[in-house]
T-cell receptor, first 112, second 116 residues
């Protein structure tokens, strides 16, 4: 079982729709990241969360530490939002240092 | 443009060979991270360096090694290459390297490695 689960795996929506992508994790974490990967392969960091909610333009990210769950919302979606959205967490580790652990990604297509 | 550069963009080589991937972090960033993205495994953290020293290790194979030089650029060395090493290799950097979790990481464009 993956420690970071995303849903849905694939999502196709019409322009203007409200989009929600979910991320659940099974271990304690110190931070959660949302990344966007464009069709060309480039990766952009969208948000880093340790609690609460963050907003940037049409993107909103929330996290519920108790429920081990985060959501990424896109309002007024546009075809240029079409990309793979990846959730990544930094887990607590008794040994100390850990890098990020990634979900499999959600492939989003926004149709005009 | 993230400010992180990676060379080469593409690399085609044969099994058993050795290659070196290079990463230059954003100006002022002390931490460099290496990630591998393959079709079957997705994105995986390989290793992190902070100011020249290894800070964290992930799923990096013994055939792979990395280092960070005094000018803060980093190299990932892949040896005895196998077909399964074909993947996209990303480098990312961050300002101080709080164990990867507390800082925004800026990703380079990646190096696409194909092992034939």
């Amino acid at each position: 079982k993956n420690e970071v689960e995303q849903s849905p795996q694939n999502l196709t929506a019409q322009e203007g729709e409200f989009i929600t992508i979910n991320c659940s994790y099974s271990v304690g974490i110190s931070a959660l990241h949302w990344l966007q990967q464009h069709p060309g392969g480039g990766i952009v960091s969208l948000f880093m969360l340790s609690s609460g909610k963050k907003k940037h333009g049409r993107l909103i990210a929330t996290i519920n530490i108790q429920e081990k769950h985060s959501s990424l919302h896109i309002t007024a979606s546009h075809p240029r939002d079409s990309a793979v959205y990846i959730c990544a967490v930094r887990m607590y580790s008794g040994g100390g240092a850990d890098g990020l652990t990634f979900g499999k990604g959600t492939h989003l297509i926004i149709q005009p | 443009d993230s400010g992180v550069t990676q060379t080469p963009k593409h690399l085609i080589t044969a099994t058993g060979q050795r290659v070196t991937l290079r990463c230059s972090p954003r100006s002022g960033d002390l931490s460099v991270y290496w990630y591998q993205q393959s079709l079957d495994q997705g994105l995986q953290f390989l290793i992190q360096y902070y100011n020249g020293e290894e800070r964290a290790k992930g799923n990096i194979l013994e055939r792979f090694s990395a280092q960070q030089f005094p000018d803060l650029h980093s190299e990932l060395n892949l040896s005895s290459l196998e077909l399964g090493d074909s993947a996209l290799y990303f480098c990312a950097s961050s300002v101080a390297g709080g164990l990867g979790g507390w800082e925004t990481q800026y990703f380079g464009p990646g190096t696409r490695l194909l092992v034939l």
